[in-house]
């Protein structure tokens, strides 16, 4: 996606196109569909019942607030023409969408392919809110609401804006005449003859929600009872639906990603479903060698990895390829999800297991697997260059998040208090509950409509205290 928003003054203006139009339209919902519901209800079920509805509404909220965001400042800050640095674009040029609107004067409306700007706009707006909740799923259970509002807000303000444009803005890391692949294998008729390939996210959003998740779990902490008390996935069926409606989502972010209802997104399409395929058999293959049985969290969690571990490659590698770049994504993930309690860092959802590990290698697969470029045809500098950018990548990610994540420690403080943590975050930070039923373990309802634990809730609040 770099260089979107180049036009040749030579070239007549671009006409619409209706195909390209709706498909762009359908793409951009899709990518919305997997957001909410489908990673709410992926992270939902993986948590536990007690913080079910918290971890669902750190997909919600960051949603609703991005989506002010990206018009007011956003999109013209990743895809601005003012560039400043090679690291971000004036947030000023496009601010509230000015000069994209039908009928002004000057407006860019149209885009080359002939899909309006207005629905890139959208489009585009789908993927910062879808990266922002990722990193969601390193934190439940433990942190204030409104901290983590505060912290999307200058998160994807400092930390995916700046890396968009980098990437797809015609910043450092795109293969534009001023980035650093241009710098290391010269040019091309203008542009880096050995360009960065991220066709739709893979250091974007994967390894940089990823890295920020990595981030967090270390400045905020673990939950009480890490590593003590068991916090299983409290039901395994929300899980399997969110990963059902993820894959079927992905195929907007991927395919959709071409821009137009052409070869290169049906090539994105294919490569999608083989790869996600390869990777949910990978992740089971470890599983049942590892523990003696494939369960249905890891084919979920597998597929997972494999949308993550495609997305910067689906249009640059054959199906054959994109098999190779699942499958290892998915023994790959399934083996880095156990380094947490190695290491000792509380990455509640495995975020950082599944999207940073299984994004990293997508990035850096693509110099092994491109077709033309990677090394298995014979050309080692595609595997630099993906290197190059999936590393600085994760050192700008890191500094930047450090650098909100303390100062939001040090001013609104990240954890709730210790009682209501092990209480559960649902009733201390939304005054709700997910299964209120009145029934076997749902407790009661208080005369003020508060939630009181039963007996068997205070044994396992009891049981977390001492762990």
Same mark, same amino acid.
Request: avoid cysteine; charged fraction near 0%.
């Given at each position: 996606m770099s260089s979107l928003l180049a036009f040749a003054a030579a070239e007549p203006p671009p006409t619409l196109d209706s195909g390209n139009t709706a498909w762009m339209l359908t793409s951009a919902a899709l990518v919305l569909f997997m957001t909410i519901p489908g990673l709410a209800l992926f992270y939902g079920g993986l948590n536990r019942s007690k913080g079910v509805l918290n971890m669902m509404m750190m997909s919600f909220g960051?949603?609703?607030?991005i989506g002010v965001i990206y018009v007011l400042w956003g999109y013209s800050m990743s895809f601005g023409s003012k560039d400043i640095g090679g690291i971000i674009a004036s947030p000023l040029e496009f601010w509230g969408l000015k000069g994209m609107l039908p009928g002004e004067p000057g407006a860019t409306v149209l885009q080359d392919g002939g899909i309006p700007t207005l629905i890139f706009v959208g489009f585009q707006f789908t993927f910062a809110a879808i990266t922002v909740a990722l990193i969601s799923g390193a934190l439940s259970d433990r942190v204030k609401f409104s901290t983590w509002m505060v912290f999307s807000a200058l998160w994807v303000t400092l930390a995916y804006f700046p890396l968009a444009h980098m990437v797809w803005g015609g910043g450092l890391l795109s293969g534009s005449a001023d980035g650093i692949a241009a710098k290391l294998f010269g040019l091309t008729d203008g542009a880096a003859t050995i360009a960065p390939i991220d066709f739709a996210g &893979?250091?974007?959003?994967? $390894?940089? +929600? &990823?890295? +920020?998740?990595?981030?967090? +779990?270390? $400045?905020? &902490?673990r939950r009480k009872g890490f590593g003590k008390v068991p916090m299983r996935p409290h039901n395994v069926t929300l899980v399997m639906l969110g990963s059902g409606i993820l894959w079927f989502g992905w195929y907007g972010f991927n395919a959709g990603s071409a821009l137009a209802a052409n070869d290169s997104a049906a090539l994105a399409w294919v490569n999608t479903t083989v790869a996600t395929c390869a990777a949910m058999l990978g992740w089971l293959v470890v599983e049942k060698l590892r523990e003696g049985h494939a369960t249905s969290v890891g084919a979920a969690s597998g597929i997972v990895a494999g949308l993550v571990a495609i997305t910067p490659a689906c249009g640059n590698v054959t199906p054959l390829g994109a098999i190779g770049v699942g499958v290892i994504a998915g023994a790959a993930a399934a083996m880095a999800v156990g380094l947490k309690y190695r290491l000792g860092f509380d990455d509640s959802l495995d975020v950082v297991g599944v999207h940073l590990v299984a994004g990293f290698w997508g990035t850096i697969s693509l110099g092994i697997f491109a077709r033309g470029t990677g090394l298995a045809y014979g050309d080692w500098r595609q595997l630099v260059v993906q290197l190059i950018i999936a590393l600085v990548a994760l050192v700008f990610t890191a500094v930047v998040t450090t650098v909100i994540a303390l100062a939001l420690k040090a001013t609104m403080g990240w954890r709730i208090s210790e009682d209501d943590e092990v209480a559960g975050i649902d009733q201390a930070e939304h005054a709700e509950s997910a299964y209120d039923f009145g029934g076997r373990g749902a407790g009661r309802v208080s005369p003020l409509g508060q939630h009181e634990p039963d007996a068997r809730h205070h044994h396992e609040i009891d049981s977390e205290v001492h762990a």
């Open positions: 960051p949603f609703g607030l &893979g250091t974007v959003v994967h $390894i940089n +929600a &990823g890295m +920020a998740g990595l981030v967090l +779990a270390l $400045i905020v &902490g």
